[in-house]
C-alpha cells in the first residue's frame, strides 16, 4: 500500500514539474516578437507573433469566418497558410482532408503566428467589415426566441440573401471571455443599414448576453457578410424551403427578397415545430402567401390540441406528402445538423438532385 502511495505521489510531482516548464517555456518561446503576415501575395502587415492566425487578422480588421469563435469546433476559419505556417496539429486534423492538408489549408484559429507567414484568403473577404450597430428594437416572438433589429447609421453592408453575420459578445457580469458567433440575416437585402436576427437561448456564452444582458438603444459590433448559403437566381424552377426554430431566419431573408423583387417561383416553405406556442412570424408568413406563388406549411410533431388542424410529424414526412416529384425543385434548408440530414434523405428520395440542395446546418 505505502508502495502505491509513494508511486502515486511521485508521478503527480513528475506531473506538476513539466506542467511548470511547459508553462515557462511557453512564456519564454511564446515571446515571439515582431513577424511579417503576407497576404495574396500582396497585403503586408507588420503584427506580433504569440497570437493565432485567426485573431492576428482580425486585429488587422480582416473577418475569416469563425462560428464557433476560435475553438477548433465549426472549421469555418480555413486559410491557406503557404509559408511558415509549422506542421499540422492534431486539433486540426478531423476538419481537414488529405487533399486540403497537401494544399497548405490550415484552421486559422488553430495555427499560431511565430515567424513570417504567407497566408492566403478568398478575395470576397476584404469586404466583410465590421460595423457597430445599435439595437432599434428588441422582440420576444416565443418563449425561447428573439428578433434583434440593428441599425447600421450611415454604414451599408452588402450581403445575399441566406447569408450570415457574426455577432461579438462582450465579456458581461459571470463571462469574461468575448466571443463572436454566427447569425443568419433575417432581413430584406433591399434594406443595407439595417440587420434583423432571430436568436434562440441555448444558455451559451452569446445567447445568454443577447436574452438577459443587451437591450434597446445598446451598441454592438456586427462583422460579414459570410457563407454559402444564399438563393440563386438559377433556372427559375419550382423552391422548396425548409427550417426549424431559428433556421427560419435566412428563409425569411430570401422570401423578402423575392417579394421585394417580385419572382413569382413556386414556393413551399415547411417549418417544423413541436406546439403552436412555437410557430412565430405567421402573419409575415401569410403576406408572403398574398403576394408571392408561395405556400407556407408548419407541421408540429407534439401539439395535442385539437385547435391544431394544419400538419402533424415532421418535416421530412411533410414534404414526402406534398413533394411526390421532385426533379424540377430547387431547396434551401436550415435548422439543426439532424433534421438537414433527414430532410435531405427525403429530398433525394422524392427526385431532387443532390446539387440542387443548399443548407446552412447550426
Ligand atoms: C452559419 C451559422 C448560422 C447561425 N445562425 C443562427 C441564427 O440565425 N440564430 C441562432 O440562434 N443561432 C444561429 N447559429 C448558432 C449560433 O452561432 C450559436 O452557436 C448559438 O447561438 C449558441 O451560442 P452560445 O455562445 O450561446 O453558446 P456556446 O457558449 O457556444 O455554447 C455553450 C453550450 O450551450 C449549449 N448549446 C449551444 N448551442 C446549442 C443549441 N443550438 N442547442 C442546444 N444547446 C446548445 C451547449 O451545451 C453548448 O456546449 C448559427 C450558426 C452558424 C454556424
Ligand atoms: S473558428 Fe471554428 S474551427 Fe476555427
Known sequence: MEVIIQTALIVTAIAAILAAVLTLADRTVGNYGQVTMVINDDKEFTVDGGSTVLSTLINEKVFIPSACGGK????????????????VI??????????????????????KVKNDIKIEIPEELFNVKEYAAIVESVTQLTPTIKKLRFFLGDETINFKPGQYVQLKAPAYEGNDEEVYRAYSVASSISEPNYIELLIGFTGGIATTYVHHHLKEGDT??????????YYHDDDGGPIILAGAGTGMAPILSILQHMSDNDIQRETTFF?????????????????????????????????????????????PAAIEKYI??????????????????????SLVKQGVAEEKIYFDKF
Open 72 to 87: 477548433g469546433s465549426c472549421g469555418y476559419c480555413k486559410v491557406k497558410i503557404t509559408e511558415g505556417g509549422g506542421p
Open 90 to 111: 492534431a486539433t486540426e486534423k478531423p476538419w481537414l482532408t488529405e487533399e486540403e492538408i497537401n494544399d497548405n489549408v490550415r484552421l486559422s484559429c488553430q495555427v
Open 220 to 229: 454592438v459590433h456586427i462583422n460579414g457578410p459570410y457563407g454559402d448559403f
Open 271 to 315: 417549418f417544423g415545430a413541436r406546439t403552436m406556442e412555437d410557430l412565430f412570424l405567421t402573419e409575415q408568413l401569410k403576406k408572403f402567401e398574398e403576394n408571392l406563388n408561395f405556400k407556407y406549411i408548419p407541421t408540429l410533431s407534439r401539439e395535442e390540441s385539437p385547435d391544431w388542424t394544419g400538419e402533424k410529424g415532421r418535416v
Open 324 to 345: 411526390t416529384d421532385g426533379a424540377p425543385y430547387s431547396a434551401y434548408l436550415c435548422g439543426s445538423p439532424a433534421m438537414i440530414d433527414s430532410i435531405v434523405e
